[in-house]
């Protein structure tokens, strides 16, 4: 073990720290104390307030976007995203295996079912191919209609999500939809900040959908925006998620089923004080990646994924993530499966949960979770990549059209310390104790 590590090892014990490298925690250095004390003096603390329609416009322009409508949360945006451009009950929904459960629970609400397609292995998000080659198998055009030719549904959208941040391969994704008639609506909730040839995720569809959870690359506490390139839409959205109130004089009066999804304006406040250091936020992830690309570049079996290096992507590396070649040996993988993790499973901190009770037939190999808990014992908080889909069992029962790519990443990958928080000595220290986690020979 290096004298960096064997110093950082003694501090933890001379404190008696039990206190995580966090994986990706909010960091507050702009405005937000400012504009929430604003809203506390005024009593604008609801949806109504100056800083909801101020941070719609200040993201609007940030994104590109000719109209931005803030939501509740994440999910709540990609809820609504999806019933604006006209997913009905028993519609089918193709989306990608790789991805959290929010964007499969979305389209569930409405009623419609998910088609699972598998993801590119160096984007991580839906592949362009896997999603023609479902098509020209399993679906014909009927009166410019797209359905599936087995269950007789009618596909209606194509849902990528920008796993990590890393943005899809668009252009080609954008060719298959508009060739079958299919809307497309990006789940970019992990990706504000990431470009794809220079536009930002979430306008390249009818809608997009981004979250600014608590863990993102900027924060509200809880929160959700969509993105339009139809202003109109954009409205309808902004009726709609405020309950179809009709402007009148004295009337209570509501023209649509109408949902209270508008995000408050202490929630905003925060968003706009987010916002003033957005970029910064996003080059300190970009730093950190670039840190890990070059520490860990000479441990055989350790892979950093980055994006490719074509010049067309532009990732904002909300989380770095790292594969373990299956071959690697790691301290304790004999009984990995068998050790008491306290750690942050998904993001919670404080979970306890024991790791052989989580034997199912798509599961990390021993040597990744062997190298999780092995962190999680020098403080170090990391995770599994998203589980796919098909493999959940709330959706088990989903068609899935898949190649092995998105169970084999979720086999060997695992994400580590990525957010604004993470300092670069930090990031030494964590490479530090992945070679130390090895075993040689």
């Known amino acids: 073990m290096s ?15 039990s206190e995580f490298v966090p994986l990706s925690v909010p960091k507050f250095i702009g405005n937000e104390k400012k ?11 609801s949806s109504v307030g ?5 941070f719609e416009e200040e993201m609007a322009r940030y994104t590109g976007a000719k109209k931005a409508v803030v939501c509740v949360s994440g999910t709540n945006a990609l809820h609504m995203s999806l019933l604006l451009v006209g997913v009905e009950r028993d519609d089918e929904v193709l989306t990608q295996a790789l991805t959290f459960v929010a964007t499969c629970n979305a389209l569930s609400y409405i009623g419609a079912h998910p088609v699972f397609i598998d993801v590119d292995r160096e984007t991580m998000g839906l592949s362009p191919l896997a999603l023609r080659v479902w098509l020209e198998k399993n679906a014909e055009l009927k009166n410019g209609v797209c359905h599936n030719k087995r269950t007789g549904r009618r596909v209606k959208a194509c849902v990528p999500m920008h796993t990590f941040g890393h943005p899809v391969k668009l252009d080609e994704l954008v060719d298959v939809c508009q060739e079958w008639h299919i809307e497309l609506v990006e789940d970019a909730a992990e990706s504000i900040g990431s470009l794809y040839k220079r536009r930002h995720t979430g306008i390249f569809g009818k809608v997009g959908a981004i979250s600014f959870n608590g863990n993102k690359t900027i924060t509200t506490g809880g929160g959700g925006m969509m993105l339009f390139q139809d202003e109109e839409m954009g409205k309808l959205a902004k009726h709609i998620t405020t309950q179809a109130k009709v402007p009148h004089r004295w009337e209570f009066r509501h ?9 408050s304006n202490i929630c905003a406040g925060i968003g706009r004080g987010q916002m003033t250091v957005a970029d910064e936020h996003i080059s300190h ?17 350790v892979t950093i994924h980055s994006q490719p290096s074509t010049g067309e992507y532009d990732s904002n590396y909300w989380l770095c993530t790292i594969t373990l070649d299956p071959a690697l040996r790691v301290r304790g993988q004999e009984n990995a499966y068998q050790v008491v993790v306290q750690g942050a499973v998904g993001g919670a901190a404080g979970v306890t949960h024991e790791a052989r009770e989580l034997h199912t037939d798509c599961e990390p190999n021993a040597n990744v979770e062997a190298m999780r808990i092995f962190l999680d014992t020098k403080g170090i908080e990391s995770r599994p990549l998203w589980k796919p889909m098909h493999k959940q069992p709330v959706y088990a029962d989903a068609d899935a059209y898949v190649n ?4 084999n990443l979720f086999k060997v990958g695992m994400c580590l310390p990525s957010g604004p928080c993470v300092t670069d000595d930090e990031v030494r220290y964590i490479v530090e104790c992945i070679k130390e986690a090895i075993l040689v020979g």
Do not use: P, W
């Open 285 to 301: 992830h970009k730093h950190i990646q670039k840190m890990y690309e070059e520490l860990l570049a000479d441990i055989k079996g």
């Open 3 to 17: 004298d960096y590590a064997r110093v950082v090892d003694f501090i933890h014990e001379m404190y008696g720290s």
């Open 255 to 263: 023209d649509h089923i109408g949902y209270n999804y508008r995000m």
């Open 50 to 54: 100056k800083f909801v329609d101020r």
């Open 404 to 407: 092995g790519v998105s169970e």
């Open 35 to 45: 504009y929430l004390n604003e809203c506390i003096d005024t009593t604008f603390v």
